[in-house]
Structure formats: C-alpha cells, structure tokens
C-alpha cells in the first residue's frame, strides 16, 4: 500500500516547539544568544516592531552575518520582559529543511492550532511572528503581504540576508504594507563593547554645550590591537563572540558572507549567467578596496565589457557589498565625464575573509584604514550621501583629498578629512597640500582633519589650522556619535 509522502503536520509542529523554547513555562531564548550584547539598533528596531495600530510587517535586511537572527531572538526576549506568554509568540527560520514547501500561512495555521489560538482577534493582545531567512521562500512577498492583510491581530516581522532582493520585492508586492529595516555591520565603537574593551580603553573628553562628543583613548596602542583586529573580524558578531570563527574567519565566514551572494543570490535576482566571472570582479574590487580606479583599467584587467561592470558594480552595491564614492574637484564640483571613482567595502573585514588577515604593518592597512573610516559614515544614510573624495590638477602635482562632505543644500564643502595609518603626516605639513588648499578656498565648517597611528596633535600652517587624530580614535568617535544622536 502507498503512504503519504508528504511530512506529517504533528512532526512540523513538533520541530515549531523545538525552535520555540519559551512555549514552556519558564523558558527563555538560547543562553548564549541572550548573553549576546545587544545591537546599538535594537532600541530603534524594537521600537518599529513595536507599533501594534500600524497594519504593516517590519522587513529586517542587512548583509550575511551581521546579527539579525539574534536580534529576532533578542526582540524575543524583549516581549517575554513586557509580559507576553511565549505561547502567543511564534519563531520560523524558513531555512529548516522540515518547513521546505510550505506556505507561510500553513505554518502560521498549525501554530494557531497547537495553542489553539483563534484565527480572528479574541482579545486586544497580538499574536507576535517572526519568520527568518524568508528569502528562502519563493515569492514570500506575495504571501506575507497577504497574512498582513488576513490576520491583523497578528504582528509579522520577517528577516532576510539577500539584501538586494528583499529590498527590491519589498518595495514592488509590499508597498503600503511593509516597513524596511536595515541592519549594517558592527561599528568600532560596537565592536569594542561586544569584544568587552570599550570601557578600559575609551573615556569621554568634555566639550563645549552643543558640540559632538569627544573621546580620550586611555592606551592607543591597546586600541590600536583592537582597531586591527576588527578590521580583520570585528564587523562580524559572530567573530567577535566566538573564538573559533575570528581565529579563521576565511573558513566560517567567506561561504556565506560572499559565496552565497555571489554565486546565489544576486544571479536569482538579476539573471547573472557567469557567477564566476562576477565573484573574480568581486575580489578585484574587495583586494582593491579604497583605491581610484577608472572603468576602463577595470575592464581591461577583468577581460569584461564596460556595459556588464556597469551592471556588476550596480548589484554588488545593491548587495550592500561595496559603496561607490564619486569625485569632485578643488571647486566642490561633480565632474561632468567622470572617468574615475572609487569603490570601498561596506565591511572590511570582507577583505580578511577572502585573503586572510593583516597586521598592523602590512601595506594593507593604509586602505582598510579608509575603508574603516567610510564604513562607520555608512551607517547614516544623510551623511554618507554627502561625501565624495576630492582630486585635482595644480600645475603638474596631482592633488588629494580622501573625504569631502558637501552640504546638501549648498553643495558647499563642510568638512574634509584625510585619512593616513602613519604618524609622518605632522611632521611633513607641505605634503598636506590640497587639504590645505580645499580649506583655504572653503570655509569649513569644522577644521580639516587628518588620522595618524599614534599622535593627537594641532598645527597651523599658512594661515590653516590642521587637527591630527589617531584613525582608531576617529572611527570610534564616528560611530559613536552617529549612534548616540539616532
């Protein structure tokens, strides 16, 4: 006699209390994952997911690796301090094998039924469900806005690594009926509470009322040790909290940071027919990152059309993998045929991933020393936005800046930064030039900065006061600052 081959509905739902702890009396998230520092976003996730009135689903996004399943667990954890019984709470990683082939709203319909929950709103007090990896559901945009629809004493908040895709469905099928959240890598400042350093090796310096923040590092080289290493793991959480994976982040980290964008997600979302071709692209970009490179030297040096890099470069940054940064010249000014950009990780720690791990005097550092500054900016949308890179011709010198914001409504210069991995800079002014050039001929809001290793230091010089940082200093300051004032 021929039985059923399709998995029994008491099997499903006895995986759902397996990945559902808290159904039992008692019962919290994972221990590790609760002694996981939270995310300095969680409070503004939280409070997103927290908006019961709105008729909407909160689509958490990010790259691969970057705590968003912990964060759901997290938010878990939230819920059960605020008093609701974990049997109205229902957690769904749609990457289980048992769950494969199933819809979203059959899986919600056997957790209604095993707490025997009514399919229409009995009380005031929401259902709570989480799906994670929703990616892997085909067409979960269609489904999920369609529960939201269906069940609205249910709040939905789904999670996802495809970035590109999650962003692009969400926008087109969920429009009016999702709120996107966007989780980014660890900041410095994050990655030194994570790793349990910051108090030891940070203190806040007092400022004027009205000003930014500003802090003291009570040991550079102790945080110069940390700054290395977080270029080598640290934007990584996982890394940071598990000392099997940042002892070998090529081997825990590089399938499913890069393998799984490169050779899956972007070619099922953008029809790519030559996965390899994309990931050798990728890691000239990535081994590059930091650097000015034109389309043509890229095209010559990947054997591929300026037409397809175009495209490349346009789904790598959808991927949220790299940050194209354009040019200006000595005027503040877009060129009208850009012939050169710049491209920059949105993670370094990508680059240790793929090549293996730099110390502190590897030639290396000089660009992932940039791309760490750039990486912080990241994290606000208004002011990475903002920022070019300057460079321009004066007489037969080719002259630099390494970031330049240009007030929005102006398009004025407000600040400008260059960014060195070497105390040389205070020592050796005039090779400041074009800094000192861009802030004569603009009236900055701010002095211009340059980043050392080591030195804190002031200089003036023809009239232009220069502040030097330590680049590790800087990129704590950064981030710090942007999280404090979200």
């Not at 793991?233 to 499913?256: C, H, I, S, T, W």
């Amino acid at each position: 006699m021929l039985t059923s081959l399709e998995i029994p509905a008491h099997e499903v739902q006895r995986r759902l209390a397996m990945d559902n702890p808290w159904w039992r009396a008692g019962v919290g998230i994972d221990p590790e994952e609760a002694g996981w520092p939270r995310r300095a976003y969680f409070s503004q996730f939280s409070r997103l997911a927290l908006e019961v009135d709105v008729r909407r689903a909160v689509v958490l996004i990010g790259p691969r690796r970057v705590g968003k399943t912990v964060m759901l667990k997290h938010f878990i954890a939230a819920l059960l301090d605020r008093g609701v019984p974990g049997t109205r709470i229902l957690f769904l990683s749609l990457d289980t094998p048992l769950y494969s082939g199933r819809s979203l709203e059959s899986l919600l319909r056997l957790f209604l039924d095993q707490h025997r929950h009514p399919e229409r709103a009995a009380s005031s007090e929401p259902l709570w469900v989480l799906f994670d990896e929703v990616q892997y559901l085909k067409d979960w945009e269609v489904h999920l806005k369609s529960l939201v629809d269906s069940y609205p004493h249910v709040r939905f908040v789904a999670s996802g690594s495809a970035a590109a895709a999650l962003r692009m469905k969400s926008r087109e099928s969920g429009a009016g009926r999702f709120t996107e959240f966007m989780l980014p890598p660890l900041t410095f400042a994050e990655y030194l509470r994570f790793a349990g350093q910051e108090d030891a090796l940070i203190r806040e310096a007092e400022t004027e009322p009205g000003r930014a923040s500003a802090y003291l590092a009570t040991d550079i080289d102790a945080l110069n040790a940390e700054f290395v290493n977080y270029l080598n793991y640290g934007g990584f959480p996982e890394a940071v909290m598990n000392k099997a994976v940042r002892a070998n982040p090529a081997r825990f980290l590089r399938q499913d940071i890069v393998d799984k964008v490169l050779l899956k997600d972007l070619p099922s979302l953008y029809g790519i027919g030559d996965t390899q071709e994309l990931n050798r692209f990728f890691n000239v970009l990535a081994f590059n990152t930091g650097q000015e490179l034109s389309p043509e030297r890229l095209s010559q040096h990947a054997g591929i059309t300026k037409a397809k890099l175009a495209d490349y470069l346009e789904y790598l940054e959808a991927a949220f993998l790299i940050r194209r940064v354009h040019r200006i010249d000595d005027n503040a000014l877009r060129l009208q045929r850009a012939r050169t950009f710049k491209v920059y990780l949105t993670n370094p720690s990508i680059r240790a991933a793929l090549f293996g791990m730099v110390s502190a005097d590897d030639e290396a550092m000089g660009p992932l020393a940039e791309t760490a500054v750039w990486s912080q900016w990241l994290h606000s949308t208004e002011v990475s936005r903002s920022l070019h890179y300057a460079r321009w011709k004066a007489g037969r010198q080719d002259l630099e800046v390494d970031i330049v914001s240009l007030d929005p409504r102006t398009q004025k210069p407000r600040f400008a930064v260059e960014i060195k991995w070497s105390d040389r800079a205070p020592q050796v002014l005039a090779e400041l030039r074009g800094l000192r050039e861009l802030a004569a001929r603009h009236k900055l809001v701010r002095a211009p900065l340059v980043t050392t290793r080591t030195v804190t230091a002031v200089h003036t010089v023809d009239g232009v006061t220069i502040e030097f940082i330590p680049v590790a200093l800087h990129c704590y300051t950064i981030a710090r600052n942007l999280l404090r004032g979200s």
